[in-house]
């Protein structure tokens, strides 16, 4: 299978350099070629898993169980300013 | 006496034989002479590992001992802890501390433990050799040319080596178990839901427990039952799991009336003719003990490598969206724009196998692809789940080979990223359909340890814990540990 590398890798936000791209090619398509074993099993009429158990999801009552740490929280943040988190300019 | 269960040091605590702080000392020195050579720690701290035995002690003094107290746990650089640094194993969280605990951690805590430090792993819990480690791979204390499996790599060595006599891991597809079989450990995985997922750093949130990695099943049992219980803060971690009294359920002395399912798809071509052999072994005791062993088929399993590969990439594409260098993480030096900020911090923090994953995920669930692959890896799914559960009419419980081969030399699977993926064929199933699992040594196949898989019906840990114990108490593989370490093999 032809995967085109860099148009995922793009959808995935991850820059990948040309060596990194070609070294990665074949992997994704061997790996993928494995799964596509998957379409030998036929699987009409079948429902698709969406929780490994059959139970319902649990409810809570609505109200503010969360603190305020806001400090805390953006401690690891690479940057920050006044509480707010600062990224490169989007607008100009 | 580093090679001891947390039930020994219990006693020798009680008895008033020994101190938290004396067995903590014990453990650190292991550490500092042995941590260079075998690389199980990324982060020690070895006053707050004293401050926390001390404030045992002194607690011990004043009131009842709680179920864990002074009893030291070493935990996977993959849960969130407020003290020291929680980076996965990825360059990507250097320099992050956890502003939380992970509900584990807490509940641990509250219980009383020493937390040891944090254990290596296989960057964001991705490998099965601990290889894909941003802090390099560690080393099988029964042979230290050998991997100890991964990706709870580092938690297996540290309680394979009497470094920490127990140690958390988590388990996505087989990250527990494997790396337990592969250094002659108790590992288990308990039923999806049974423990929260909160402040576990995520993989595959469909897949993810954690669970413990011990000497003795009883031990296993002692950790999960602190371990487990609801929180309302994972959606997911479930409000009325059926339970039982979990070390009870370790009283079992013999297998009278237990119908064991051995399935015929884990008994291959290719695997290992030693493994097989000790699991062959394993089962004859098994039937000695009074249990019968019944011909099974769970036809489906040859595809649960290939869902999986659909499944926790897709996941792991999505939950690793979280780092783009804003909130927490690695941020790239002069980004030239948002998107360029993005993608050069992304390329930067990752390590190959995890861009792999993320890769094949986003490619999984690219426009045009959803239904060929993810959707229908999700009904191959509902099929290995009707296995099981057609099978559990027939039996009490599944017996298997945790892995197909005992570990395997450093390098020697790296180039290839299928066949690494491969050796996780007996344990992927379990986590498609929730289940329990638990790795118990059961011999050794070129002197390495080999591991025996129990496999039970969702929520019923209990059964498994029975017929491990059982089959415990009647060998002596657990006993065994590395000479090289100064064990007794």
């Given at each position: 299978?032809?995967?085109?590398?860099?148009?995922?890798?793009?959808?995935?936000?991850?820059?990948?350099?040309?060596?990194?791209?070609?070294?990665?090619?074949?992997?994704?398509?061997?790996?993928?070629?494995?799964?596509?074993?998957?379409?030998?099993?036929?699987?009409?009429?079948?429902?698709?898993?969406?929780?490994?158990?059959?139970?319902?999801?649990?409810?809570?009552?609505?109200?503010?169980?969360?603190?305020?740490?806001?400090?805390?929280?953006?401690?690891?943040?690479?940057?920050?300013?006044?509480?707010?988190?600062?990224?490169?300019?989007?607008?100009? | 006496?580093?090679?001891?269960?947390?039930?020994?040091?219990?006693?020798?605590?009680?008895?008033?034989?020994?101190?938290?702080?004396?067995?903590?000392?014990?453990?650190?020195?292991?550490?500092?002479?042995?941590?260079?050579?075998?690389?199980?720690?990324?982060?020690?701290?070895?006053?707050?590992?004293?401050?926390?035995?001390?404030?045992?002690?002194?607690?011990?003094?004043?009131?009842?001992?709680?179920?864990?107290?002074?009893?030291?746990?070493?935990?996977?650089?993959?849960?969130?802890?407020?003290?020291?640094?929680?980076?996965?194993?990825s360059n990507i969280l250097e320099g992050f501390e956890a502003p939380y605990d992970a509900h584990v951690i807490t509940r641990l805590k509250e219980?009383?433990?020493?937390?040891?430090?944090?254990?290596?792993?296989?960057?964001?819990?991705?490998?099965?050799?601990?290889?894909?480690?941003?802090?390099?791979?560690?080393?099988?204390?029964?042979?230290?040319?050998?991997?100890?499996?991964?990706?709870?790599?580092?938690?297996?060595?540290?309680?394979?080596?009497?470094?920490?006599?127990?140690?958390?891991?988590?388990?996505?597809?087989?990250?527990?178990?494997?790396?337990?079989?592969?250094?002659?450990?108790?590992?288990?995985?308990?039923?999806?839901?049974?423990?929260?997922?909160?402040?576990?750093?995520?993989?595959?949130?469909?897949?993810?427990?954690?669970?413990?990695?011990?000497?003795?099943?009883?031990?296993?049992?002692?950790?999960?039952?602190?371990?487990?219980?609801?929180?309302?803060?994972?959606?997911?971690?479930?409000?009325?799991?059926?339970?039982?009294?979990?070390?009870?359920?370790?009283?079992?002395?013999?297998?009278?009336?237990?119908?064991?399912?051995?399935?015929?798809?884990?008994?291959?071509?290719?695997?290992?003719?030693?493994?097989?052999?000790?699991?062959?072994?394993?089962?004859?005791?098994?039937?000695?003990?009074?249990?019968?062993?019944?011909?099974?088929?769970?036809?489906?399993?040859?595809?649960?490598?290939?869902?999986?590969?659909?499944?926790?990439?897709?996941?792991?594409?999505?939950?690793?969206?979280?780092?783009?260098?804003?909130?927490?993480?690695?941020?790239?030096?002069?980004?030239?724009?948002?998107?360029?900020?993005?993608?050069?911090?992304?390329?930067?923090?990752?390590?190959?196998?995890?861009?792999?994953?993320?890769?094949?995920?986003?490619?999984?669930?690219?426009?045009?692809?959803?239904?060929?692959?993810?959707?229908?890896?999700?009904?191959?799914?509902?099929?290995?789940?009707?296995?099981?559960?057609?099978?559990?009419?027939?039996?009490?419980?599944?017996?298997?080979?945790?892995?197909?081969?005992?570990?395997?030399?450093?390098?020697?699977?790296?180039?290839?990223?299928?066949?690494?993926?491969?050796?996780?064929?007996?344990?992927?199933?379990?986590?498609?359909?929730?289940?329990?699992?638990?790795?118990?040594?059961?011999?050794?196949?070129?002197?390495?340890?080999?591991?025996?898989?129990?496999?039970?019906?969702?929520?019923?840990?209990?059964?498994?814990?029975?017929?491990?114990?059982?089959?415990?108490?009647?060998?002596?593989?657990?006993?065994?540990?590395?000479?090289?370490?100064?064990?007794?093999?």
């Amino acid at each position: 299978m032809d995967i085109d590398v860099k148009k995922i890798a793009n959808l995935s936000r991850i820059r990948l350099t040309d060596s990194e791209a070609q070294e990665l090619a074949p992997q994704l398509s061997s790996i993928m070629g494995y799964i596509d074993k998957l379409s030998e099993v036929n699987t009409d009429g079948v429902s698709p898993t969406a929780h490994p158990h059959d139970v319902a999801m649990p409810l809570r009552p609505d109200v503010v169980t969360n603190p305020n740490r806001r400090d805390a929280l953006q401690q690891p943040a690479p940057r920050t300013e006044s509480g707010l988190y600062v990224v490169p300019k989007v607008l100009e | 006496m580093p090679f001891r269960s947390l039930s020994d040091i219990q006693n020798q605590l009680e008895a008033g034989q020994t101190t938290a702080v004396e067995v903590a000392q014990l453990y650190l020195d292991r550490i500092a002479a042995h941590n260079d050579d075998l690389n199980a720690f990324v982060f020690i701290d070895p006053e707050h590992v004293l401050a926390q035995a001390e404030a045992s002690d002194a607690y011990r003094k004043e009131h009842d001992a709680r179920p864990l107290e002074g009893l030291p746990i070493a935990v996977k650089d993959i849960f969130c802890t407020q003290h020291g640094p929680t980076r996965c194993c990825s360059n990507i969280l250097e320099g992050f501390e956890a502003p939380y605990d992970a509900h584990v951690i807490t509940r641990l805590k509250e219980a009383g433990a020493v937390l040891v430090g944090k254990t290596n792993m296989d960057e964001f819990a991705m490998g099965s050799s601990n290889e894909t480690s941003a802090f390099g791979g560690c080393k099988n204390p029964w042979n230290t040319d050998c991997i100890p499996g991964g990706s709870s790599g580092g938690s297996a060595v540290a309680v394979a080596a009497g470094l920490t006599p127990a140690a958390l891991g988590t388990d996505t597809g087989g990250s527990i178990r494997q790396p337990a079989a592969l250094t002659g450990l108790v590992g288990l995985k308990p039923t999806y839901g049974r423990i929260s997922r909160r402040g576990i750093i995520a993989f595959a949130s469909s897949l993810d427990q954690a669970g413990p990695m011990t000497r003795t099943v009883k031990d296993a049992a002692l950790l999960t039952s602190i371990m487990s219980g609801h929180d309302a803060g994972d959606a997911t971690s479930v409000a009325d799991a059926p339970n039982f009294d979990w070390l009870a359920a370790c009283e079992a002395k013999d297998m009278k009336g237990l119908k064991i399912g051995k399935p015929k798809e884990y008994f291959i071509d290719g695997m290992d003719e030693e493994v097989r052999a000790q699991v062959e072994a394993a089962l004859q005791k098994c039937a000695e003990l009074g249990a019968e062993i019944v011909d099974i088929s769970l036809p489906h399993t040859e595809y649960a490598v290939a869902a999986y590969y659909v499944i926790a990439p897709s996941e792991a594409s999505t939950n690793l969206s979280r780092y783009d260098a804003v909130r927490f993480g690695h941020r790239c030096d002069n980004p030239e724009d948002l998107e360029d900020m993005y993608a050069r911090s992304r390329d930067e923090g990752f390590g190959a196998e995890v861009k792999r994953r993320i890769l094949t995920g986003t490619f999984a669930l690219s426009s045009g692809y959803y239904d060929a692959y993810y959707l229908k890896a999700q009904k191959v799914r509902t099929l290995i789940s009707q296995d099981f559960k057609e099978a559990f009419e027939q039996v009490d419980v599944i017996a298997t080979p945790t892995s197909p081969i005992p570990a395997f030399k450093t390098g020697e699977k790296t180039d290839d990223p299928l066949t690494m993926y491969l050796s996780d064929i007996f344990t992927i199933a379990v986590n498609l359909a929730g289940l329990p699992g638990l790795s118990q040594p059961c011999g050794f196949a070129k002197d390495l340890p080999v591991g025996l898989q129990w496999i039970a019906p969702a929520w019923q840990e209990d059964k498994i814990l029975a017929a491990a114990s059982a089959y415990e108490s009647a060998t002596d593989w657990h006993t065994k540990s590395p000479v090289k370490f100064g064990g007794e093999a």
